[in-house]
């Protein structure tokens, strides 16, 4: 049985010594006001210097405890900076040790994540510890919860898993487990990564069911590959194939909460609309998309389809996130008369969507599909949009 140095399950700080405001007066409950969904934490409270935001700054000091045993481990998520976004332990008055959380770019997780230092080399003596936040932008915050000393480390999650996989259906049915630690899931097919994202894979029963398309692979045989899975998870053995997009017990567009007049996706987080148009008898919806979450993350363009705009029909995703990073808002036309060019090599008077996107890195992407592609049967479109990557200095 391990030590609790500290849960942060109070309605204070204890004996920690609070300097600055990032902090607040007590540990948070969680998710504080214009922050990210926050999980991965235990219990009720947690430390979580988004107070004020991302531009506050301050630090938590610890009474004096001794190393008594082999391991000091935690929780920690939040930003990466070293030196300015951190925990550090503090023997003899200097810094031994010291984490940070993994973020220091736009998207990532806000999930706090297990880590341990081994203390064998300052056994017996007295130490303090120091959570910072000296950061003053993007993921300028620190999180951390249940730091505890042990004899040993609770079971570790299994790391890289590759997990060989025939479709044997049109949707790969994928677990979720709302707040647990995400993970990072890449598919395989023909030696190349066809897609990526991360979610919440759960380790047991699933709070709900995401899909993933995998027409144009059926038959096919893939590799799933998984960076992390948590010690004892069942993920693999609930990972399945269906020829529907839902579970056949599911209550779907019944739920006590789902809009009814309002258009919203199957499953996962929806937000702004783009590229919305009228072509060939139907009215397109394009909007922000993330398949997999309930929250923020991996950027597609949703699309969907309505003859009346009160009657839509989810189509699958239009844009996937690229080598270049996701896919975020954007516009597009309606090109009647193929003047881009795009129609490739076709002589007679042919339509073309173009679309543009910012991607993460600031560069400006287009992508263009014919639209006699857009058939009744199976409505499959990844592979009917062709990608262009421009220079981020060009203006189009």
């Given at each position: 049985?391990?030590?609790?140095?500290?849960?942060?399950?109070?309605?204070?700080?204890?004996?920690w010594?609070?300097?600055?405001?990032?902090?607040?007066?007590?540990?948070?409950?969680?998710?504080?006001?214009?922050?990210?969904?926050?999980?991965?934490?235990?219990?009720?409270?947690?430390?979580?210097?988004?107070?004020?935001?991302?531009?506050?700054?301050?630090?938590?000091?610890?009474?004096?405890?001794?190393?008594?045993?082999?391991?000091?481990?935690?929780?920690?998520?939040?930003?990466?900076?070293?030196?300015?976004?951190?925990?550090?332990?503090?023997?003899?008055?200097?810094?031994?040790?010291?984490?940070?959380?993994?973020?220091?770019?736009?998207?990532?997780?806000?999930?706090?994540a297990?880590?341990?230092?081994?203390?064998?080399?300052?056994?017996?003596?007295?130490?303090?510890?120091?959570?910072v936040?000296?950061?003053?932008?993007?993921?300028?915050?620190?999180?951390?919860?249940?730091?505890?000393?042990?004899?040993?480390?609770?079971?570790?999650?299994?790391?890289?898993?590759?997990?060989?996989?025939?479709v044997?259906?049109?949707?790969?049915?994928?677990?979720?487990?709302?707040?647990?630690?995400?993970?990072?899931?890449?598919?395989?097919?023909?030696?190349?990564?066809?897609?990526?994202?991360?979610?919440?894979?759960?380790?047991?029963?699933?709070?709900?069911?995401?899909?993933?398309?995998?027409?144009?692979?059926?038959?096919?045989?893939?590799?799933?590959?998984?960076?992390?899975?948590?010690?004892?998870?069942?993920?693999?053995e609930?990972?399945?194939?269906?020829?529907?997009?839902?579970?056949?017990?599911?209550?779907?567009?019944?739920?006590?909460?789902?809009?009814?007049?309002?258009?919203?996706?199957?499953?996962?987080?929806?937000?702004?609309?783009?590229?919305?148009?009228?072509?060939?008898?139907?009215?397109?919806?394009?909007?922000?998309?993330?398949?997999?979450?309930?929250?923020?993350?991996?950027?597609?363009?949703?699309?969907?389809?309505?003859?009346?705009?009160?009657?839509?029909?989810?189509?699958?995703?239009?844009?996937?996130?690229?080598?270049?990073?996701?896919?975020?808002?954007?516009s597009?036309?309606?090109?009647?008369?193929?003047?881009?060019?795009?129609g490739?090599?076709?002589?007679?008077?042919?339509?073309?969507?173009?679309?543009?996107?910012?991607?993460?890195?600031?560069?400006?992407l287009?992508?263009?599909?014919?639209?006699?592609?857009?058939?009744?049967?199976?409505?499959?479109?990844?592979?009917?949009?062709?990608?262009?990557?421009?220079?981020?200095?060009?203006?189009?």
């Open positions: 049985m391990g030590i609790i140095v500290a849960d942060f399950e109070g309605n204070d700080y204890g004996d010594k609070v300097e600055g405001e990032a902090f607040g007066e007590k540990p948070a409950p969680g998710t504080l006001n214009g922050q990210g969904h926050v999980a991965g934490f235990k219990g009720k409270g947690l430390v979580n210097s988004y107070v004020g935001g991302d531009n506050s700054r301050g630090k938590l000091t610890s009474p004096e405890f001794t190393l008594s045993k082999r391991y000091l481990t935690f929780l920690i998520g939040g930003g990466g900076w070293k030196g300015e976004t951190c925990m550090n332990l503090m023997v003899g008055g200097k810094v031994v040790v010291s984490a940070t959380g993994p973020n220091v770019v736009s998207g990532g997780s806000k999930n706090l297990f880590r341990y230092w081994d203390l064998s080399k300052w056994t017996g003596k007295t130490a303090i510890l120091e959570i936040d000296n950061k003053s932008s993007g993921w300028g915050h620190i999180n951390v919860d249940q730091i505890e000393l042990r004899d040993d480390l609770p079971p570790q999650p299994k790391l890289n898993v590759a997990h060989p996989m025939k044997s259906n049109r949707y790969m049915m994928l677990p979720v487990k709302n707040g647990v630690e995400k993970c990072n899931i890449e598919i395989w097919a023909n030696n190349k990564k066809q897609y990526f994202f991360n979610m919440e894979l759960a380790p047991s029963d699933p709070d709900w069911w995401a899909f993933l398309d995998l027409q144009e692979f059926n038959g096919a045989d893939i590799e799933l590959r998984i960076d992390k899975l948590t010690a004892g998870s069942k993920a693999l609930n990972i399945h194939f269906s020829s529907t997009d839902v579970k056949a017990n599911n209550l779907l567009y019944k739920e006590e909460y789902r809009p009814q007049y309002h258009f919203c996706s199957k499953r996962g987080w929806l937000n702004d609309p783009n590229r919305l148009c009228y072509y060939n008898g139907e009215y397109h919806l394009f909007y922000q998309h993330n398949p997999y979450g309930v929250n923020w993350g991996n950027m597609h363009w949703g699309h969907a389809v309505s003859k009346d705009l009160i009657h839509w029909k989810q189509l699958p995703e239009a844009l996937y996130p690229d080598a270049l990073g996701p896919m975020f808002s954007g597009a036309v309606v090109d009647h008369l193929n003047s881009s060019g795009f490739y090599g076709i002589t007679t008077q042919q339509e073309t969507e173009f679309f543009c996107n910012n991607a993460q890195t600031g560069r400006q287009s992508a263009h599909r014919l639209h006699e592609a857009r058939t009744g049967a199976g409505d499959s479109s990844k592979a009917l949009f062709r990608c262009h990557h421009a220079d981020p200095h060009q203006r189009h």
